[in-house]
Every structure is written in structure tokens, then in C-alpha cells.
């Protein structure tokens, strides 16, 4: 059973994908998303998982691709927002080097314009994502090795800063 070197968690948006590939680059292993993962296996969008089956269904499959990734990759690994909302998945992250993406409302809005694309977001993408951050924050903190925050910082500065945070070093 392998385990990954970093797992990436924060909510939607935050650049988790491309600070995950970047990080796997810099340190010479693979990249994986559990969000590519479901809409792989699922063969339809997470909005439409959403849509047709609702979120508790969702999360179910999200649960499932977590524990599944965790336990077969050993690279960078990518979580999707909500993934730490299942205590199960939140005590498979103990022991793993966890960073989480942070960032603050408006720098959401500079790089997804809430967008009612996400599913969560659909009403008042504002106040909603206020709102999941307001239940997941702790969360993210709580399964973190270590915070690192993206607000005005580019992709390889965020990558910077999550290697020195781990103390990791470039292969």
C-alpha cells in the first residue's frame, strides 16, 4: 500500500489541479484528482452527479475515489472541496503530509467569478461560498501538515511556498 507524498485540499477554486501538477513536476511523481477520478468512473460531470443523483450520492462516491486514491498513489494528490467534510476521509488524512490551498472571498471571485457552473454556488455564489467556508475552514485546518495561502501569489509561488512549508525538496 503506497501513500501519496503531498495531499492538496481548500475549497473550489483555490488552484489546487494546477499547483498539484506543478508540485508533482518539481518533485518528479505522478498527479492525481479525485474529482478527475469520479467523472471518470462515474462517465458524467460532478454537476450532473449533483443534479441527477444529489449530494449525499455524491459524496458517497467521493468517499469511496478518496480512501481508493489514497491508498494506491504515491504522488502529489488532489482532493476535491468538500472531501473533508466525511470524518472517515478526514481520519485517512492523519499521518499524511496535507497542505491546504486557503484564500479569501474576492480573490474566489477574481479566479472563478463564482460561477454558477459550480453546484454548490448556483443561488448567491457569494454568500454560498462564504458559507461552505464558514463549515469547512476548520476542517481544512484541521487535517493540514501546513496552511498555505494564495491570495495574489501565482501557481509557482504557491508551489514555492508548499515545498517550504514541508520541508520537501526537489527531485
Do not use: C
Amino acid at each position: 500500500m503506497s501513500s501519496p507524498v503531498i495531499v492538496l485540499v481548500g475549497p473550489m477554486g483555490v488552484g489546487k489541479s494546477t499547483v498539484g501538477q506543478l508540485l508533482a513536476d518539481r518533485l518528479g511523481v505522478g498527479y492525481r484528482d479525485t474529482d478527475d477520478d469520479i467523472v471518470a468512473g462515474e462517465g458524467r460531470s460532478i454537476a450532473d452527479i449533483f443534479v441527477d443523483d444529489g449530494e449525499p450520492a455524491f459524496r458517497a462516491i467521493e468517499k469511496r475515489a478518496v480512501r481508493t486514491a489514497l491508498g494506491e498513489h504515491d504522488g502529489v494528490l488532489a482532493l476535491g472541496g468538500g472531501a473533508v467534510l466525511d470524518a472517515d476521509t478526514r481520519a485517512l488524512l492523519a499521518g499524511q503530509r496535507v497542505v491546504y490551498l486557503s484564500m479569501d472571498v474576492e480573490e474566489a471571485v477574481r479566479r472563478t467569478g463564482l460561477n454558477t457552473a459550480r453546484p454548490l454556488l448556483a443561488v448567491n455564489p457569494r454568500k454560498q461560498w462564504r458559507e461552505l467556508m464558514e463549515a469547512r475552514r476548520h476542517l481544512y485546518e484541521e487535517v493540514a501538515t501546513a496552511v498555505v495561502p494564495t491570495d495574489g501569489r501565482t501557481p509557482e509561488e504557491v508551489t514555492e511556498a508548499a515545498l517550504d512549508a514541508l520541508e520537501l525538496k526537489e527531485a
